[in-house]
């Protein structure tokens, strides 16, 4: 410490490992903690946990089908987290990636409905993004500009955009888009996205399309846009310290109502997983509870874009696992687990970091 | 180094020390707070520690009050080693701490959090007549003057400084640790609390004051620790030596304190009149409560000119400086900057024009605290260090590294999180940011506040040379002696408004303690 030129400036690389195990270790301990509580569970049931867990990773990772399931559900909460996570950033609780993922299915399929047939996927895609993000983003952004203009808190107003908005869409799916019978639209003719099956045949029959391509490009281009771009700079300064980030020349109020139009526009087009890469229509409640379990999937992933990812895909693998292990304990003992995953990250986060803090400067003091 | 050659006192004596701290370690991670430190502290005597910021005083007394267990060391309290032991078990054994930082619940009353934690109950409910009556006898005994019944949230600084006192008295502290406790007092408080430290000292309790205020060293304490980068450097007698010689202790080299040493550069302003680089006029500025916290303010700085705002803390200083920086707005008036009005302008924008501002809130709103080093050091100008909407971190790094040495910054470690740093770095990052850019008009309040003597020494020395490089420099300080070292021209903010202002030549402590403290004001 007493002379400057001692301590080197870490490089990238290590930088970046760090950041990395900062996202990954907190989420595997986590799990590890709930795979005990799973165990003490799953024995009170009368079971025994290795069957259960065999069944629960064979149903999800060990088949083919089983994974497609678990990357079709992680795709969609892939765009929730980061959606939810983007808030946090900036210091904004989103509560309403439930409807405003909705929001932007629904209108993906009303476009959907109205293109001719025959155009290419690649030529309407970005037609396609637009229109959800467009769908997400008014229900963000009205609730951004409520709390930027009047100071309403993001929370209610979420919360309650999510009944109104949902509502909305019931309404207008039943009174004018729907086909006979059903609470569904008619099929979109053009852009729809293949299945992951059309790669890889062995995924046959499971939901899961290249739209998790886009999932990824989404994670990707959220970590750019909060990490190395001037506005997220601004973004995080606002979400840790407002008084600073003003004092910073940040128009804090800006700030707000952009990051909640960004977060739901990024909730808005995880409706594409289900409207162009699963059933090809908007059909009402396609989401429930995607939206929610994103808020789960932000915080496993401490808001990092990378952890959202991989919380995702555990999020998606219990999710599926449920289903997978119903033969011998109720899913719901999965719900329970996911509930664990939550608190254990929630408490286990700080000691992690702690730990791997102390470790780092043991081995630093060692070479 | 020999810099501890002062009359030395001989640890221990006939009684059993009160505190005897020997080897104690304590790091965070990679920073080391304490480097085999100890402490030898006599029964009854007000004993002062003192360093620099980031020296290691307050880690020091957190191990002793129990709040950190030491990695290495042994602490003894009245002769029983007490290595390691909590909170709790310090408080039963009578070690109190104060913090910097008050931790007090602002809905309730006084006597309400004196009593919290260990409430005097009737049938399971709290007799407040009684608490009020526990903590009025406190008060009057000690002379820890406030009324028991008043909410928290009513006090002054000074008064919510006085609960914490009692609270820890409240407890059965015989051994009274305070840290920084003259940071937040105006003068006549300060002149209360020695009158109260006194008392207590007679009354048999330990008190140990960390400060890094010689001055005070040398009017209350009995006996000196200085600690310098983690470690003891020495033990003297107070009555056995100069703050000449403590500082020298607390840097490690010769110091010029403010206000002695090298006379002051009288300043060489042209008498044809320079256009002004900053000018107020008539600036009226609203405070939360719709009262005028800034009344009317006319003023002008011209290049290479210091203008110093003296006064009481809360006098409308605070809210003048925020509203010429664009970050409260004006009722009414005018703010110019190089004769360009500024007033409806952002704070981006009035930056632009060459506005730097270092803030007397470092922490909120100075610093992003969870940022790094580098990314704090273009806070604001994050626009300059981005291209097409990406930020330039090369840029940002090559920028980091030129200020980290250009201001000896420590740890010199770019990727350092602000909050990891010790007040006196903090500040020194704001000050790196906002002068070692380019500007025009420097809007400086409370730089030195919480700031070691060696920082105080570069920062005045910037200060300086910015007044000689042509910039024009509007200081506002809490403290009089950094106002008269720096200041041309010294107004006095009282009551939201200037009651006087004054050419360095006509200024002196006594004249300027008078018009802060209103009298003068109404009479002129």
């Known amino acids: ?367 | 180094m020999s810099a501890a050659s002062g009359p030395s006192v001989p640890p221990g004596g006939t009684a059993a020390p009160a505190v005897a701290m020997h080897g104690i370690d304590k790091s965070f991670g990679p920073v080391r707070a304490n480097r085999g430190a100890s402490l030898e502290v006599a029964p009854g005597e007000i004993h002062a520690l003192v360093g620099e910021n980031g020296a290691g005083k307050s880690t020091l007394m957190r191990v002793l009050s129990g709040m950190y267990a030491p990695d290495a060391g042994t602490i003894l309290v009245n002769g029983r080693d007490v290595t390691g032991w909590t909170t709790a078990r310090a408080i039963e054994a009578g070690v109190g701490m104060v913090h910097q930082h008050f931790m007090l619940v602002p809905t309730l009353t006084v006597a309400e959090n004196v009593v919290l934690g260990r409430e005097i109950t009737s049938a399971g409910r709290l007799d407040r007549a009684a608490a009020e009556r526990v903590v009025s006898d406190l008060s009057a005994g000690t002379g820890l003057v406030v009324a028991a019944n008043r909410r928290v949230s009513d006090l002054s600084v000074g008064e919510a400084q006085r609960v914490e006192i009692l609270k820890t008295l409240y407890r059965g502290a015989k051994i009274l640790i305070l840290d920084e406790p003259t940071a937040v007092l105006s003068p006549p408080e300060v002149d209360e609390l020695w009158r109260v430290l006194a008392r207590m000292r007679e009354a048999g309790d330990t008190i140990i004051l960390i400060t890094h205020k010689l001055d005070e060293v040398m009017e209350i304490s009995d006996t000196v620790t200085v600690m310098r980068q983690g470690q003891t450097v020495g033990r003297v007698a107070t009555r056995g030596t100069s703050p000449a010689q403590l500082a020298r202790m607390m840097v490690g080299r010769d110091v010029v304190l403010a206000g002695q040493g090298a006379p002051v550069p009288v300043p060489t302003v042209s008498t044809a009149v320079p256009r002004a680089a900053l000018a107020v006029r008539e600036l009226t500025v609203a405070d939360s409560r719709k009262a005028h916290a800034v009344d009317g303010v006319s003023f002008s700085v011209a290049p290479g000119e210091i203008f110093g705002i003296a006064g009481v803390e809360g006098n409308g200083q605070t809210e003048l400086i925020e509203a010429i920086a664009g970050l409260r707005p004006v009722a009414a008036g005018a703010v110019l900057l190089d004769a360009r009005d500024v007033t409806r302008q952002s704070v981006r924008e009035r930056s632009d024009a060459g506005l730097s501002h270092i803030p007397e809130d470092r922490q909120q709103r100075g610093l992003v605290l969870d940022y790094s080093i580098a990314e704090n050091l273009v806070l604001g100008q994050q626009h300059r260090y981005s291209r097409r909407g990406a930020l330039d971190e090369a840029r940002i790094a090559d920028n980091a590294r030129r200020q980290i040495a250009r201001f000896d910054i420590r740890p010199a470690d770019a990727s350092a999180p602000a909050r990891a740093l010790s007040g006196g770095n903090q500040q020194k990052v704001v000050v790196a940011r906002e002068m070692g850019r380019d500007f025009s008009v420097l809007l400086a309040s409370q730089p030195t506040r919480g700031v070691d003597v060696g920082a105080i020494e570069f920062i005045h020395a910037q200060l300086r040379d910015a007044r000689t490089a042509g910039k024009a420099v509007l200081l506002v300080s809490a403290d009089l002696t950094e106002v008269l070292a720096l200041s041309d021209r010294i107004a006095v903010m009282y009551g939201g408004r200037f009651a006087a202002v004054l050419p360095r030549s006509e200024a002196n402590e006594e004249v300027l303690g008078a018009y802060m403290t209103g009298a003068s004001g109404q009479a002129a």
């Open chain 1, 1 to 367: 410490m007493t002379a400057p030129a001692a301590t080197v400036a870490p490089t990238r690389t290590r930088r970046l490992r760090e950041q990395f195990e900062e996202a990954v270790l907190p989420a595997v301990v986590a799990l590890l903690i709930a795979a005990l509580v799973g165990d003490v569970l799953i024995i009170t049931y009368g079971q025994s946990p290795g069957a259960v867990y065999r069944l629960l990773i064979e149903g999800t990772w060990g088949n083919a089908y089983g994974l497609g399931q678990v990357l079709y559900k992680a795709t969609t909460l892939t765009f929730t987290g980061l959606s939810v996570a983007i808030g946090l950033r900036a210091g904004l609780f989103n509560i309403g990636a439930e409807s405003q993922l909705a929001a932007g299915g629904f209108l993906a399929g009303v476009v959907g409905t109205l293109l001719p047939p025959g155009i290419p996927s690649l030529v309407v895609l970005p037609l396609f993004i637009v229109a959800a993000a467009a769908g997400g983003g008014i229900v963000g952004g009205a609730a951004g500009v409520l709390k930027s203009k009047w100071g309403a808190h993001e929370v209610i107003t979420t919360i309650m955009l999510n009944f109104i908005v949902l509502a909305l869409l019931n309404y207008l799916t039943v009174a004018h888009f729907k086909v006979f019978d059903t609470l569904h639209t008619a099929d979109i003719r053009s852009g729809t996205i293949a299945r992951l099956s059309a790669v890889v045949p062995a995924f046959h029959g499971s939901a899961a399309s290249l739209v998790l391509l886009l999932a990824l490009a989404a994670a990707a281009a959220a970590w750019w846009y909060l990490f190395r771009s001037r506005a997220g700079y601004e973004l995080r300064a606002a979400g840790l310290q407002p008084a600073a980030a003003e004092y910073g020349g940040v128009n804090v109020a800006t700030v707000w109502w952009k990051a909640m139009l960004i977060s739901g526009a990024v909730a808005g087009i995880g409706g594409l997983n289900f409207v162009l890469g699963y059933k090809h229509y908007y059909e009402d409640g396609f989401g429930t509870g995607a939206g929610f379990l994103g808020i789960a999937v932000a915080l496993v992933g401490r808001n990092n874009p990378v952890g959202v990812v991989l919380a995702a895909l555990l999020f998606g693998t219990l999710s599926q696992g449920g289903l997978a292990v119903n033969a011998l304990v109720p899913k719901q003992m999965v719900d329970v687990l996911q509930a664990v995953v939550i608190i254990a990250v929630a408490t286990s986060v700080p000691e992690v970091r702690g730990l791997l803090r102390s470790t780092r400067t043991r081995g630093a003091s060692d070479a």
